[in-house]
């Protein structure tokens, strides 16, 4: 009985050993699992992260080739029959009114400076874009200025041309005086359509002569 009893207990105990150990296999099974799938899991992500990174490179490529050759076509097409300058100031268009004889070169900005040179850019989108191009001259009487627009009437056809050699023709459905201070013919609000307005003044600067124009359609 007594031998039974120390057969029975190294039993119990052997067997607790080999749950022990089971359990401590278990758990170390786990950890290596879990080693792996954090292993796996940041291999993954790099791989993701590759991914991205590749994929926000062939789009910077992409861009970058577009624009290079937005530039390159750009140059190729911008002032086709016309300066890019006169007299040290940027061209953006010409502007031609058969009735009056007026031929000249529209400036990118008005100032003091650029009014004694030609036609100015004085607020609005770019020549022949949707919106009011609005632009503002010296009443001159000269074939380079404003001060044959007076004459102007509704009917009366406008030509704009945009330095890709692009032109649109208008037509004038509007000619009146106003006060200097009155701004409202520089309003945007031309419902989708290209308009232009020019601008100019009476003798002694007394009045602002305003001539508008809407494209026409073929």
């Known amino acids: ?14 067997i607790i050993l080999a749950l022990i150990i ?3 296999i278990v758990v170390i099974g786990i950890e290596i699992k879990e080693v792996l799938e954090t292993k796996n899991l ?7 992260n590759k991914v991205e990174n590749n994929v926000e490179n062939m789009v910077e490529n992409s861009i970058t080739q577009i ?13 086709v029959d016309m300066p890019r300058e006169l007299k040290g100031y940027k061209v953006i268009g010409k502007l031609e009114i058969p009735k009056i004889k007026l031929s000249t070169y529209i400036l990118d900005h008005t100032d ?14 770019n020549v022949n874009e949707v919106g009011n191009f609005c632009m503002a ?6 074939n380079k200025m404003f001060g044959g627009i007076k004459k102007l ?13 692009k032109s649109i023709t208008y037509e004038v459905y509007e000619n009146y005086q ?13 419902m989708g359509e290209r308009e232009i307005t020019m601008i100019t003044c009476t003798a002694g600067a007394i009045k602002r002569v305003i001539v508008k124009a809407v494209e026409i359609y073929d």
């Open 178 to 190: 106003t006060d200097p201070k009155d701004v409202s013919s520089l309003s945007q609000e031309t």
């Open 42 to 48: 940041e291999q993954i992500q790099s791989n993701i």
């Open 112 to 125: 003091k400076k650029t009014l004694k040179v030609s036609i100015t850019k004085l607020y609005g989108p």
């Open 137 to 142: 001259g010296h009443n001159y009487r000269n």
């Open 1 to 14: 009985m007594k031998t039974n009893f120390v057969c029975f207990k190294l039993s119990k105990t052997v």
């Open 22 to 24: 089971l359990v401590q």
């Open 153 to 165: 009437e509704k009917g009366d056809k406008i030509v704009l041309t945009n330095p890709y050699g």
């Open 67 to 79: 624009q290079e050759s937005n530039v390159i076509k750009e140059e190729q097409e911008e002032y």
